[in-house]
């Protein structure tokens, strides 16, 4: 049906226990789980840069990134408690049952990227998208160039997944840098605005793509300071976020311009976000 | 073919009934209005009714359906995820072409593309449909200048046209030639088949007279929303004018933007519905955190023109969303209906004043 993933849950949610809860940072955190199936336990198969649709049973259903990496990496969902259903999600506990449907959207264009050296920006809660990339990439390590991480938060209290970031320091290759708005006592490390470690960085362009996933305006800063320096939109890529319902393509609430997020994204290159003509 | 004498049609319709829920259009006593509903008994479907002022998708797409439920219990962790098959068997009558057509953009949205949706499949398996020929428009429509009408040309079971003591019944599907055999009609002839032919050409020649120079600017509205030339004060006036009723969306017999809410019932399990959902709506794109990408109603509302005549379906299907059937037009308080818009586009072109 689905070239692309060979078995979907499309209508009904599959059951999933939550099997351990970790606080990421204020209002975050991570739902490691496992599906009551085990047949769908072991063949569930995703591609980095999909989502899923998130049912808590009660009160409803919300879009949700793939944070783990398809080979060998926990399942697990790291969710902002902003509203109804995320909140009621920050309600469970270990052992309680929430749902399942996906994987949906395209993901990362992994195929096409081979040998290039990857520029990987986050600002706060974007990094968990890009984590599972990150995670693939570090595992086929010798197919690419040169890998560097620009993560970006607020405060130290807001960086994501701390202990994961330590580890990637210490990988040989991977070249990371973290920096908080400003600066605060007891932080050693860099400060000002994640568009600021591109300079930092030296980044390359040639032969270069950028994930960058963030806040708007985090977003627009950080395109400024890439285009400026001469790297081609279509080399720098995203994930978009909209309202979503169906995650099928049906019910186009997450339509933007011509496209549907939850079908022909939620991956896109700035190249086809400047024709969308629309707000991101 | 076959001939259907018009004393028989009871006997179509008993049949029918016999075996499905019937749907048809039905003359309301207190209004006078023609709407498209479940029909009590057999007697009230009037196939002679004016265009009813509802669309049949409703039979598909129920305004409010139940498509999940849940059971969970936060203690036992005991969960049942039910899916209810509610979908019992439908026949609707008198279907006209351009309702039809609405169906068929349906099928091609809810059943192609890359998933099914499980939920419209059930409706439409079970489903039986005999249109009915336009022969004679009405003055809301302009289904000629959108490809839709006046005679179905495929996607029915069964297709009448009136030929004044008789209807011409013609066959579209295995189950539609099944039932011309069981109930035993007589085989039509060549000259019934000139007879269609004349009054459908009858019926495109009244057209003419009513269906005024801007519906057949349809399709150079078409090309200049798909490629970019409306102009941004054009969708400021149209936005302009618009209400946010989401009116226009709900009696169209192409649109199919749903909700879904998750709604805790008194006995305990949780409902999931859907229902329908207009993209004229101020929430309708709006995220957590108060992040609301298209703000200004003038992008909800070229989001609308767009979906009819560019991007939903002229470019997936070669054809336009709009199948002419003039609803949104009658029913807008703002008076931006589909055929008034595609007059803003010519006169912005042409110059002309209203
Ligand atoms: C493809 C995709 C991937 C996603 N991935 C993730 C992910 O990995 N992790 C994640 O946490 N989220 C993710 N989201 C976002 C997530 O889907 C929404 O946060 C979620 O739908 C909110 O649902 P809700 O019912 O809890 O909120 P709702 O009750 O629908 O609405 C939230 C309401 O709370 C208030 N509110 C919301 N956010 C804020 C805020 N930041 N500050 C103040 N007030 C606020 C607003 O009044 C808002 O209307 C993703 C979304 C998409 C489309
Ligand atoms: S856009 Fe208006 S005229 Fe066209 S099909 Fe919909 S309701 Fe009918
Ligand atoms: S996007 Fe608007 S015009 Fe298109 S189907 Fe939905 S409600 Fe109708
Ligand atoms: S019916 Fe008219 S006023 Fe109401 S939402 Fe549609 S275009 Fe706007
Ligand atoms: S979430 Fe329903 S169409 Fe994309």
New binding site residues.
């Given amino acids: 049906m689905n070239d692309r993933n060979p078995a979907v849950i499309t209508t009904v949610p599959a059951a999933a226990v939550i099997e351990e809860i970790r606080d990421e940072i204020e209002d975050?955190r991570t739902y490691y789980f496992r599906f009551e199936d085990p047949e769908l336990e072991r063949t569930f198969a995703v591609r980095s840069g999909q989502?899923v649709m998130c049912t808590v049973f009660g009160s409803?259903e919300?879009?949700?990134?793939l944070p783990w990496s398809p080979e060998a990496d926990r399942r697990h969902?790291?969710?902002?408690s902003?509203?109804?259903?995320?909140?009621a999600l920050a309600g469970l506990v270990v052992g309680d049952k929430i749902g399942i449907r996906g994987p949906f959207g395209n993901g990362f264009p992994f195929e096409d990227i081979k040998g290039k050296s990857i520029i990987y920006v986050a600002g706060g809660?974007g990094l968990?998208?890009l984590r599972s990339s990150i995670v693939h990439v570090l595992r086929h390590r010798a197919e690419f160039g040169r890998l560097i991480l620009l993560y970006g938060a607020r405060a130290p209290k807001d960086l994501m997944y701390r202990e994961t970031i330590e580890g990637w320091r210490g990988t040989a290759g991977f070249e990371t840098y973290v920096t908080i708005d400003r600066p605060e006592p007891g932080w050693t490390g860099e400060t000002g605005f994640v568009h600021t470690l591109i300079e930092k960085a030296k980044v390359p362009v040639e032969n270069t793509v950028a994930f960058v996933c963030g806040p708007p305006i985090m977003f627009n800063a950080v395109i400024q300071e890439l285009s400026g320096r001469g790297l081609r939109d279509d080399c720098i890529i995203s994930?978009l976020?909209?309202h979503?319902k169906c995650g099928l393509g049906k019910c186009q609430h997450c339509a933007i311009g011509r496209t549907l997020?939850c079908t022909d994204g939620?991956v896109y290159t700035y190249k086809q976000i400047k024709t969308l003509g629309e707000q991101i | 073919m076959y001939i259907l004498p018009k004393s028989d049609l009871p006997m179509l319709l008993r049949t029918l009934a016999d075996r499905y829920e019937l749907f048809g259009p039905i003359v309301d006593p207190v209004s006078g209005e023609t709407l498209f509903d479940r029909a009590a008994s057999p007697e009230d479907l009037r196939l002679d009714a004016p265009i009813p002022v509802n669309t049949p998708k409703f039979t598909v797409f129920p305004h409010l359906e139940r498509i999940l439920s849940f059971r969970y219990d936060r203690d036992s962790k005991d969960l049942d995820i039910v899916r209810d098959d509610l979908v019992r068997p439908k026949a609707l009558v008198g279907v006209r072409s351009c309702d039809l057509n609405g169906l068929l953009c349906f099928d091609r949205f809810f059943l192609g593309q890359e998933y099914v949706d499980e939920v419209y499949r059930d409706h439409r398996r079970k489903m039986l449909i005999v249109t009915n020929t336009c022969v004679r428009p009405f003055v809301q429509c302009f289904c000629v200048c959108t490809d839709s009408g006046p005679y179905a040309a495929e996607g029915y079971d069964v297709n009448l046209t009136d030929l004044g003591s008789a209807y011409l019944f013609e066959t579209g599907s295995e189950k539609g030639a099944a039932l011309a055999v069981e109930l035993g009609l007589a085989a039509a002839g060549p000259a019934d088949a000139a007879a269609r032919d004349a009054a459908v050409n009858h019926s495109i020649g009244l057209f003419d007279g009513q269906a005024v120079e801007n519906k057949a600017w349809i399709s150079r509205a078409v090309n200049r929303l798909t490629t970019g030339f409306v102009k941004p004060e054009t969708w400021e006036y149209i936005g302009r004018q618009c209400f946010e009723c989401g009116a226009c969306s709900f009696v169209c017999p192409s649109c199919s933007c749903f909700n879904i809410e998750d709604v805790a019932t008194q006995a305990g399990p949780t409902d999931r519905l859907r229902t329908w959902d207009s993209c004229s709506f101020e929430g309708y794109a709006r995220m957590?955190?108060?992040h609301n990408p298209r703000r200004p109603v003038e992008d909800r509302r070229n989001k609308r023109f767009f979906c009819k005549l560019s991007y939903s379906q002229s470019k997936k299907y070669l054809r336009p969303g709009c199948v002419g059937c003039g609803r949104c037009a009658r029913v807008c308080p703002g008076d931006i209906g589909l055929p008034n818009v595609v007059t803003a586009i010519r006169r912005e072109t042409t110059g002309s004043k209203p």
């Avoid at chain 1, 969902?77 to 902002?80: A, G, H, I, W």
């Avoid at chain 1, 902003?82 to 909140?87: N, R």
């Fill in positions: 975050v989502f409803g919300f879009a949700v990134s969902l790291s969710v902002r902003v509203g109804k259903v995320t909140g809660i968990i998208p994930t976020e909209r979503m997020v939620p | 957590a955190g108060e």
